[in-house]
């Protein structure tokens, strides 16, 4: 009797292991059959990002989102409530919070080349460029993607990748009228050797019930926390921080945690290499014993790569970011040198005097202490000289005139039919005429920067 229970039990385990493995065999055979489009090369998580075909150059990207209608209105429904009539940046928005505030994710599916990806995570994205263009009634949007957003709802997608992407970002290139400066702006950072997103022209199209509606030219954005970090750094496992808010300026008397956003590492909640930049740079050390206090700084802050990126940065009077903006950069901490370095973000209101008291001058003369990564730092002679010296090149390697004036060129071509064809309530443009002046702009102010570059350099 006991011998034919074990036979039965052993019996039932093989058939259960089998039954398992057929299990799991018709489980991948189903993901084929539900999603015919997936592939490894294109699907998975276990290939290298292919920037080739998904930054491709010189050419208009386009991307088909499709979106139920319930999905849609959910997300519209999100933002009345958060940032609806009366809202705005910082309290209020709609009832809430605005500079709290995060998007609704939802489910779509996302086609390019003819590929289909699954129950793909899309959100609005923005501060006050998602204000702005909302308040105005302007439907062109900016979105992030993720492809394994909903993978817990849906774990055969586990896991989901863009040709190795995890995340990608469609900017809408807000009071843009040229429609490039964001590509241009990013393209710029890393010719000059720094650390700076992937960018691409695109067009989008989105359906939520009604049928296809194009949504005109927007720049696709690679994410620094996604693949930016491995792909420009030898090592990408450092804390990356994204400051947003007052912490962000690190003037005396403003350091908060909270105001660090963590992007990788969240789980850690260790955040000395911040504060101690934010007690290096503002201690008293500077002026009673200067060299020290160099001497600290550069244990932790790469002060070569800020001082290039601020050279960079003010010669294109790239306004929207530190020095006038509490946002648009980040820092990471290299393992490979343990130092917090600069990376540049969000270049779409560059290459323009600017706004909310203007970009900043060539001399930097009007920066407060309330910017001191700015001013104690252009304080110090030998970094005062550094920065002449990497403005200088700048202008001599990268932002040349005649080179700059053939880009412009180059990509009006590309775009002038999809800009020609954006819609009202889908575009910044009020007319074709807008673009084509956007762009003769841009070659003035190529020129234009030059000049003031060569006056203070006493050329």
């Known amino acids: ?100 505030f995060t998007p609704v994710w939802k489910n779509c599916n996302l086609k390019f080349n003819g590929i289909e990806w699954y129950n793909v ?13 909302y308040q105005m009634g302007n ?27 995890k995340q990608l970002n469609l900017n809408n290139n807000y009071d843009d009228a040229s429609l490039m400066r964001e590509k241009i702006g990013a393209d710029m950072f890393r010719e000059f050797g720094l650390v700076s997103a992937q960018t691409a022209f695109c067009i989008v199209y989105i359906d939520h019930g009604d ?20 792909s420009q750094f030898s090592d990408g496992s450092g804390n990356l921080y994204k400051p947003d808010g007052d912490a962000a300026s690190f003037a005396q008397g403003t350091y908060n945690d909270s105001e660090m956003e963590k992007k990788t ?19 008293s ?41 509490t946002h648009n950069y980040y820092l990471y ?8 370095t600069w990376i540049p973000w969000d270049n779409n209101e560059a290459f323009q005097d600017g706004k909310m008291g203007g970009a900043l001058s060539i001399s930097l003369q009007e920066v407060g202490n309330n910017w001191p990564l700015i001013r104690y ?40 039919e999809y800009a020609y064809a954006e819609e009202t309530d889908y575009s910044f443009l009020q007319s074709p005429g807008d673009f084509d002046r956007a762009v003769e702009e841009l070659k003035t102010h190529v020129e234009n920067r030059n000049l003031v570059v060569q006056s203070y350099l006493g050329n």
């Open 211 to 230: 049928g296809p509606q194009y949504y005109g030219v927007y720049a696709l954005v690679e994410e620094v926390d996604d693949t930016v970090l491995d």
């Open 265 to 283: 590492n969240e789980d850690i909640g260790d955040y000395t290499d911040v504060e101690s930049l934010y007690n290096i740079i503002n201690s």
């Open 1 to 100: 009797m006991k011998l034919r229970i074990m036979i039965s039990l052993s019996i039932l385990l093989f058939l259960g292991i089998a039954l398992g493995c057929r299990k799991a065999e018709l489980t991948t055979e189903d993901n084929s059959t539900t999603y015919p489009d997936w592939t490894e090369e294109t699907h998975s998580n276990n290939v290298e990002p292919n920037y080739e075909i998904v930054f491709e150059q010189n050419k208009v990207l386009r991307f088909d989102i499709e979106i139920s209608s319930d999905n849609w209105n959910a997300m519209q429904d999100d933002l009345a409530e958060n940032i609806g009539s009366g809202g705005g940046p910082g309290p209020g928005g709609g009832g809430g919070n605005f500079s709290d």
């Open 121 to 133: 995570g899309m959100r609005f994205k923005g501060n006050s460029s998602l204000f702005s263009t």
């Open 333 to 340: 901490n290299n393992p490979s040198d343990n130092k917090l």
């Open 377 to 416: 730092i252009m304080d110090i002679d030998e970094y005062e000289s550094l920065y002449k010296t990497y403005v200088k090149q700048f202008v001599d390697e990268v932002f040349i005139p005649s080179a700059m004036q053939s880009v412009y060129d180059e990509n009006y071509q590309l775009l002038k």
């Open 139 to 165: 439907n062109k949007l900016s979105i992030k993607l993720d492809f394994d957003e909903f993978e817990d709802e849906f774990p055969e997608l586990k896991n989901q990748r863009f040709y190795g992407f």
């Open 285 to 325: 050390e500077r002026t009673t014993n200067t060299e020290k206090w160099k001497s600290e700084l550069n244990a932790v802050f790469n002060t070569d790569i800020f001082v290039k990126w601020l050279a960079a940065n003010t010669v294109i009077q790239n306004w929207d970011t530190y020095g006038v903006m």
